[in-house]
Antibody, heavy 121, light 110 residues
Framework: EVQLLDSGGGLVQPGGSLRLSCVASGFTFGTFAMTWVRQAPGKGLQWVSG????????WFADSVKGRFDISRDSSKNTVYLQMSTLRVEDTAIYYCAKSNGYNYVGHFDYWGQGTLVTVSS | QSVLTQPPSASGTPGQRVTISCSGTYSNIGSNSVSWYQQFPGTAPKLLIY???QRPSGVPARFSGSKSGTSASLAISGLQSEDEADYYCAAWDDSLNGNVFGIGTKVTVL
């Protein structure tokens, strides 16, 4: 059974940093791209970033480019989202999701439960 | 403002057919496959349709997807009360080099 466990959310001040983690199980982690999607309170889904199975390719939404980084550790079956220079508008539930492909984002067939990031002074 | 355009709401009575549209451009829907997600309040989204018209195992056959040109649609045939949820379309955008979602459509069962 595929499981994704998101963690690392919390309250942070504007300009601060936070690292989210997503531990995956139930599939061969290194053969699939992974993605982060966020949802601001009462709003729709917004794709944030993706990373290929080999970690050679990374993709970012324009709104987070230069501030967020994505990485993965195959020895720990974990994908990370390092968030820096956080803004109030980054406040959202962040979901980790498994992509269907190896070197492309594709569609998202499994999702984590989400972790809440609140950026506020 | 989302890159993919969906109606904010749709409704129907039990047993009716409801269709949700998703309009994009050549760089997203016109060039890549569309997926659909179902989300209930307070829960994570769930994959409903992928590759335009494919259903993952476990998704009821009353859900179907289609795509033509730069538009896609999700149909729910034989609407049931448990289908009341938010529905999102998504696709890769070659110009943005990123994935894009629609704003979401809230389906209400009257």
């Amino acid at each position: 059974e595929v499981q994704l466990l998101d963690s690392g959310g919390g309250l942070v001040q504007p300009g601060g940093s936070l690292r989210l983690s997503c531990v995956a199980s139930g599939f061969t982690f290194g053969t699939f791209a992974m993605t982060w999607v966020r949802q601001a309170p009462g709003k729709g889904l917004q794709w944030v970033s993706g990373i290929s199975g080999s970690a050679d390719n990374k993709w970012f939404a324009d709104s987070v480019k230069g501030r967020f980084d994505i990485s993965r550790d195959s020895s720990k079956n974990t994908v990370y989202l390092q968030m820096s220079t956080l803004r109030v508008e980054d406040t959202a539930i962040y979901y980790c999701a498994k992509s269907n492909g190896y070197n492309y984002v594709g569609h998202f067939d499994y999702w984590g439960q989400g972790t809440l990031v609140t950026v506020s002074s | 403002q989302s890159v993919l355009t969906q109606p904010p709401s749709a409704s129907g009575t039990p047993g009716q057919r409801v269709t949700i549209s998703c309009s994009g451009t050549y760089s997203n829907i016109g060039s890549n496959s569309v997926s659909w997600y179902q989300q209930f309040p307070g829960t994570a989204p769930k994959l409903l349709i992928y590759y335009n018209d494919q259903r993952p195992s476990g998704v009821p056959a009353r859900f179907s997807g289609s795509k033509s040109g730069t538009s896609a649609s999700l149909a729910i045939s034989g609407l049931q009360s448990e289908d009341e949820a938010d529905y999102y379309c998504a696709a890769w955008d070659d110009s943005l080099n990123g994935n894009v979602f629609g704003i979401g459509t809230k389906v209400t069962v009257l």
